[in-house]
């Protein structure tokens, strides 16, 4: 399986900076940036030690989504139509991070949802694909369990076939002919996710949102099999592949394991468990390992599919740059660098250093910074 990791660093806003917030990422290039975490809340310009990663891109704090999905999206498109593969396409982060900004945008800035569902409509003129059937599906995670976003979050189940392969039981499965019949669907799920949010008590910061869009040809054999349901039209059409655009729970969710409510605990169990998963399944694939661990969770088992054979995923972790939201950064930065070490492990390379840059002056070359610039982490 290949993959690509990649950071996005969203703007600090106004009210974060009014707040006392600094922004503490400094993206060096395209492929690596730098942390200054601050060390004493008296003067957060200083007393820093300075953290480095490198990821197969680095996407500043001035990208636009377009440009986004340049250079992580639009590959992924490209490979399922050349190879008819399958992609899968991760935002990972803290809430408040940019992972829905990333995915759904707004109408001003749409995101890789609709990016990508441009390129596919364009790509099928231009290749002349005229039978290629477009179809869609939205579902949400939520405590383990799946809501059909597209059908008014009616709960569904997850059943393994005999070649254990995990198929969603009744999930809505809907024809789409262009990018704004799409995005009208997506528009139905977006807002069934967020008014179930609003409505009871349930917080979309915990779910996961999955995106899917199938691929396939042979639409004549429509015309031989006209009693057929569209369903099973479409089982009978031969798959040319298949996206899926996975906007995560917060990741800061999954320390909610010692909340004082016990579904706040159960829920943030949930979101550890299917991250862990997902981390651990990425890296049993790149490993070619025999085991992987897909039924660790309701996320990776429903994704299964989508990771075995011609397959790519690209993970988009999303960091807020402020002050106060750094551990957070750095955590996400850690997953993240967890998922990319793989790579960098063959090639012998460290993808994280830490060194601790200004200390006080009084220090001197101490004994800290002697320490601090011995330590290469390999975080975990
Ligand atoms: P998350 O889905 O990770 O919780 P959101 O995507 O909802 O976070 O982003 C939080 C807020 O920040 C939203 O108001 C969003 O519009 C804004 N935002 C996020 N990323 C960017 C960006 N790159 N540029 C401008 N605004 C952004
Ligand atoms: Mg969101």
Not at 73 to 86: D, H
Not at 266 to 272: C, D, L, Q
Not at 342 to 370: E, H, I, M, N, T
Request: aromatic share 8%; net charge positive.
């Amino acid at each position: 399986m290949d993959q690509k990791v990649c950071v996005r660093k969203r703007p600090l806003f106004k009210k974060e900076s009014e707040k006392g917030d600094v922004d503490v990422i400094r993206d060096d290039n395209n492929q690596s940036l730098t942390v200054l975490e601050p060390k004493t809340k008296v003067d957060l310009t200083k007393f820093t030690e300075e953290h480095n990663f490198f990821f197969d891109e680095v996407l500043s704090d001035n990208t636009a989504n377009k440009e986004v999905y340049k250079r992580c999206g639009s590959p992924l498109v490209r490979y399922v139509f050349e190879k008819q593969g399958k992609a899968s396409c991760f935002a990972y982060g803290q809430t408040g991070s940019g992972k829905t900004h990333t995915m759904m945008g707004n109408p001003e800035q749409p995101g890789l949802y609709f990016l990508a569902a441009d390129e596919i409509f364009t790509l099928k003129k231009e290749k002349g694909y005229s039978d290629l059937t477009v179809w869609v599906s939205f579902f949400e995670i939520y405590g383990g369990k799946l809501y059909d976003l597209l059908n008014d979050r009616r709960k569904l189940v997850a059943r393994a076939d005999a070649k254990q392969v995990v198929n969603i039981v009744g999930l809505q499965e809907t024809e789409v002919k262009s990018v704004a019949h799409l995005m009208d669907a997506l528009n139905v799920g977006h807002e069934a996710r967020s008014t179930a949010a609003t409505g009871a008590n349930l917080d979309s910061s915990r779910s996961h949102a999955v995106l899917q869009v199938g691929m396939y040809s042979k639409r004549s054999l429509h015309d031989l099999f006209k009693n057929l349901t569209q369903i099973q039209f479409k089982r009978m059409n031969k798959s040319v592949g298949k996206l899926s655009f996975i906007d995560l729970a917060g990741s800061e969710r999954a320390s909610d394991v010692n909340d004082n409510d016990r579904q706040t605990r159960i829920e943030g169990a949930e979101i550890n468990k299917s991250l862990l998963a997902l981390k651990e399944c990425i890296r049993a694939l790149d490993q070619g390992s025999k085991h992987v661990p897909f039924r660790g969770s309701t996320l990776t088992s429903v994704l299964k599919d989508s990771f075995i054979g011609n397959c790519r995923t690209v993970m988009i972790a999303n960091v807020s740059p402020g002050t106060s939201a750094c551990e957070h950064t750095m955590n996400t930065l850690r997953y993240a660098n967890r998922v990319k070490q793989l790579k960098s492990a063959d090639r012998g390379k460290d993808a994280y250093a830490l060194k601790v840059s200004y200390f006080p002056r009084a220090c001197g070359p101490s004994l800290l910074s002697w320490f601090a610039g011995c330590i290469h982490a390999s975080s975990g």
